[in-house]
């Protein structure tokens, strides 16, 4: 049984910073891709950030490009999401997913994922 389990939300002021962590089980993590996705209140779930199976390709939404950092790390089978400089726009729930296919990295889609996990809500005050 695949499990997506995020931390590392909360509350933080416009300007500050949070780590979001994704601990992913039941896969063979070094085998997927992984990335996060978010959604706000009212809108669609949009792309955040991707990362490659091996950490060497990543990529991000324009809006977060610069402030967000995503990384990996196999032997723990978890992913990372420092964000920095963070805006009230920013406020969402963000979800963590794994890829099997390594599209995602290219195609930054907020459909072709094979897992998600729970999210965990970032909220962002002005």
């Known amino acids: 049984q695949v499990q997506l389990v995020e931390s590392g939300g909360g509350l933080v002021q416009a300007g500050g910073s949070l780590r979001l962590s994704c601990a992913a089980s039941?896969?063979?993590?070094?085998?997927?891709?992984m990335g996060w996705l978010r959604q706000a209140p009212g809108k669609e779930r949009e792309f955040v950030s991707a990362?490659?199976?091996?950490?060497?390709?990543?990529r991000y939404a324009d809006s977060v490009k610069g402030r967000f950092t995503i990384s990996r790390d196999n032997a723990k089978n978890t992913v990372y999401l420092q964000m920095n400089s963070l805006k009230p726009e920013d406020t969402a729930v963000y979800y963590c997913?794994?890829?099997?296919?390594?599209?995602?990295?290219?195609?930054?889609?907020?459909?072709?994922?094979?897992?998600w996990g729970q999210g965990t809500q970032v909220t962002v005050s002005s």
């Open positions: 997913a794994a890829d099997s296919s390594g599209r995602t990295v290219l195609d930054a889609s907020t459909t072709m994922w094979d897992y």
């Open positions: 039941g896969l063979t993590f070094g085998s997927y891709a």
């Open positions: 990362i490659s199976w091996t950490g060497r390709t990543t």
